[in-house]
């Protein structure tokens, strides 16, 4: 009998995940695809499979935990927030953060009982968009005009798993699945100036969170400004992931749709109640498995372009109509648990939305209009139609193609309809340039790139309206300039 064969679960993750490549898999060598793995016996086999698949399934929760981490490295703690007095610079390597808003992140723990999340209303030009996310990074609810309040302000009130008490009058339930989570809270900008960034950081920091056994006198909200801290959240594919996926589930309760994983991670030697210890040739054989979990990922993510979200273009949302639905379901749909999909989505994304296309819609693209992936060391150009059917704005990032975080000690990383100086021509039309250098006269259009490496764009669209989702507006493919 052959033993170097992937578990059928894992061949049933390729599959539900990217139907159309299903042919690579009659093609595919059943040796480690990073040719350091070669299986002494059945159980090393068992142990490398089931690690790829603990990988795929522990992705979001690795995330999430990177985030504790990052948080304990810079002296904070659970019901906190730590925020950005200012638009984030490459010292945040969180995956695709948005570097035209100020971020405001309460993080919540609930072991010893539910925490109240303040929200301010929203007044003038001040609003807050952004949703609450359990510990799988799953929103629970969204918040601010596009959310449950309606921009009206609340006290939402977070509530530990398996809460049964009644919730008073005049709170906003929010049931997590998890005992910790956070909030991804963006106080949106107007137009970018001195004043206007000082009014979105004072009108954030109205946001409160205590807990709910001191709602009679709460307590002064601790803010954590970390705009000059080194904040690092890029997934580490190798030995730590495991580390963190066994701190989360050390912590978490198991949630009955992943109780098939806990054999899977008794295999590799994670056990709720016990160390996680590893020798040196199960280390060899984890770091072997994480390196290929980690190139299938990065497939999945490259294949799911398809269809585009415009004809004929590279811009897409790279996830499915159908994760989509089960990610805002909290994945109760029947019979469908993309957790493929859900591993490709939260490999370069650090948020999700209960209701996508409410208050924000996003497109990616990691190709030109020739097919070929974005160069740095190239000169792009990407035209932008005027009338951009957004309520709030727009913006295109550029980020490390590798990590998917801001590409490191660039001068900024994106531009928007908020970036003070950005030139439109005659018909209100804008075109942004991508490259190693400036286009003459064009530096305030222009997002710079690092010529040593590849990079990928995400456009953003704050308060899409109609016209949008109806594709009477429509955005080309960036094209190099020559």
């Not at 989360?248 to 295999?267: A, C, G, H, I, T």
């Not at 993510?301 to 639905?325: E, H, I, M, R």
């Not at 992936?373 to 550029?398: C, I, M, R």
Request: proline share 7%; glycine share 8%; charged share 20%.
């Amino acid at each position: 009998m052959k033993t170097k064969i992937f578990s059928l679960f894992f061949i049933a993750l390729f599959i539900s995940c990217n139907k159309t490549s299903t042919e690579k898999i009659e093609t595919t060598s059943t040796e480690s695809v990073s040719g350091t793995f070669k299986p002494a016996d059945l159980q090393e086999q068992i142990i490398y499979n089931r690690a790829i698949e603990a990988v795929i399934w522990g992705v979001p929760a690795v995330n999430f935990e990177l985030l504790n981490e990052s948080l304990m490295n810079a002296k904070g703690d659970f019901n906190q927030i730590i925020y950005w007095s200012g638009l984030i610079n490459s010292k945040n390597q969180t995956l695709t953060p948005n570097p035209d808003v100020v971020y405001i992140n309460p993080l919540y723990d609930t072991r010893k009982g539910p925490i109240v999340l303040e929200i301010p209303p929203a007044e003038g030009s001040s609003s807050i968009t952004g949703s609450l996310d359990d510990g799988w990074q799953t929103a629970i609810e969204d918040i601010g005009p596009a959310g449950v309040d309606k921009g009206k302000g609340g006290k939402y009130l977070i509530l530990p798993p398996d809460y049964k008490d009644k919730v008073p009058s005049g709170y906003i339930p929010m049931p997590s699945s998890t005992y910790t989570g956070f909030a991804i809270l963006r106080s949106n900008i107007t137009d970018g100036s001195p004043a206007d960034l000082k009014r979105a950081i004072d009108y954030g920091k109205r946001i409160k969170i205590y807990p709910y056994s001191q709602a009679g006198a709460p307590p002064t909200t601790q803010f954590l400004d970390l705009l000059n801290t080194p904040f690092n959240n890029v997934i580490p594919y190798n030995f730590h992931f495991f580390e963190l996926l066994n701190q989360f589930v050390q912590r978490e309760p198991w949630l009955n749709r992943d109780l098939v994983m806990v054999d899977y991670l008794k295999s590799i030697g994670i056990e709720k109640g016990k160390p996680f210890e590893a020798d040196a040739r199960k280390k060899e054989i984890l770091n072997a498995a994480i390196k290929d979990a980690h190139t299938w990922i990065d497939l999945q993510y490259q294949n799911a372009f398809k269809p585009p979200f415009y004809d004929g273009t590279n811009w897409a949302l790279p996830v499915s109509p159908d994760f989509v639905k089960a990610i805002g379901s909290n994945y109760t749909i029947p019979n469908f648990y993309p957790v493929g999909e859900r591993a490709v989505a939260y490999s370069m994304a650090y948020f999700s939305s209960k209701h996508l296309g409410t208050g924000q819609f996003y497109l990616v693209s990691i190709k030109d209009d020739k097919g070929q992936e974005f160069d740095g060391s190239k000169l792009y150009q990407l035209h932008l139609p005027p009338n951009v059917p957004v309520k709030l704005y727009w913006s295109v990032t550029a980020y490390d193609r590798e990590t998917h975080a801001l590409i490191k000690d660039m001068k900024y990383f994106s531009r928007a309809s908020t970036s003070p100086g950005l030139q439109k021509n005659s018909d209100g039309s804008v075109d942004i340039y991508f490259g190693a250098k400036s286009p003459a006269g064009k530096e305030s259009n222009w997002v710079p790139t690092d010529p040593k490496g590849k990079f990928e764009l995400l456009a953003r669209f704050y308060g899409p309206e109609k016209g949008f989702f109806e594709k009477t507006w429509k955005m080309g493919d960036l094209t190099e300039v020559k």
